[in-house]
């Protein structure tokens, strides 16, 4: 978040742990936080994160370049309607293991995902020598986009070596799947992952009116929401919306609104 108010444009390169049973990883930040970025106007050629070296955990090994341009403001955003899911867009990863495992793992979130949409292309991707870090493992990483730019993601990685029990590759599919059609049901403009960085953007926006669409608010964005008041002493209305039982448009979801602080990159001279 720091690095579009930075002096210069950032590049970063980032060691270690890039896929784990418990952080976002950097395939879903990669396809969900980079393009909610883009709607408060964070973009431009070098807006880009790249996957050099995949690492599992424990032992890491991975490596990711992270490049982003600076920006002055952030704009606000009146972001809605989500609108329809159109299609389903995947990675399947394995690293130190056998090739097959990536495809086993898209045979069988296919077999529960062709049931609801037609264009779903799943990517495997299994990196050998150097760039398969120093752990065994392998995942997968999904993405529904919908008509208005909403991306919504689920994933589900390996149990790490020599931690907890064992999971087939045709389990992990299965259960990824499930858990991309819960988030779907949960709806909202932007997936329970990347609550928090939303709300964040919304507040350090110009002093303007921005409103986001919301499923339930994780636990983690409940508290996130209690540092925002204490550090920005901004406090957003919230209002529930309950879908009509006819509409079959899932849970309830959250409209967000709030003010923004209208914070400005200092370092940026104005043109």
């Known amino acids: 978040m720091l690095a579009p108010f ?10 270690g742990v890039t896929n784990d049973p418990f ?11 980079l393009p909610l970025m883009k709607k408060f106007g964070i973009d431009g050629e070098g807006f880009d994160l790249k996957v050099v070296k995949r690492g599992m955990a424990p032992g890491g090994g991975g490596e990711v370049v992270f ?6 403001t952030i704009k606000p955003v009146q972001f809605t309607d989500p609108g329809k899911i159109k299609r389903i867009r995947g ?37 050998k020598g150097a760039s398969s870090g ?19 993601s689920a994933e589900m990685s390996s149990t790490p070596q020599g931690q907890g029990d064992i999971i087939l590759p ?22 329970s992952s990347n ?30 929401l209690k540092h925002i008041r204490d550090f920005f002493q901004i406090m957003f209305k919230i209002e529930v919306q309950k879908p009509l039982e006819d509409e079959r448009k899932g849970g309830d979801k ?15 001279t104005l043109k």
């Open 6 to 15: 930075m002096k210069n444009s950032l590049k970063a390169t980032l060691r």
């Open 67 to 72: 490049t982003c341009p600076v920006r002055r």
């Open 195 to 224: 609550q928090s960085l939303a709300l964040l953007l919304m507040t350090l926006g110009q002093q303007d009116v921005s409103k986001v669409l919301l499923g339930p608010l994780s636990p983690y964005t409940i508290e996130f």
């Open 254 to 268: 959250v409209l967000m609104t709030c003010v923004g602080v209208g914070y400005s990159n200092m370092n940026k």
């Open 91 to 127: 990675m399947a990863y394995s690293v130190r293991v056998s090739p097959q495992m990536a495809n086993r793992i898209v045979d069988s979130a296919r077999s529960i995902l062709n049931k609801f949409i037609p264009d779903i292309y799943i990517y495997t991707d299994h990196m």
């Open 170 to 191: 045709e389990d992990l599919g299965t259960n990824c799947a499930k858990l991309l059609l819960e988030e779907v049901y949960r709806g909202g403009c932007v997936d």
């Open 134 to 152: 120093k752990s065994p493992g392998f995942g997968l990483t999904l993405v529904a986009e919908t008509l208005n730019g909403s991306f919504l």
């Open 23 to 33: 952080d976002p990883s950097v395939d879903t930040l990669k396809s969900t936080a």
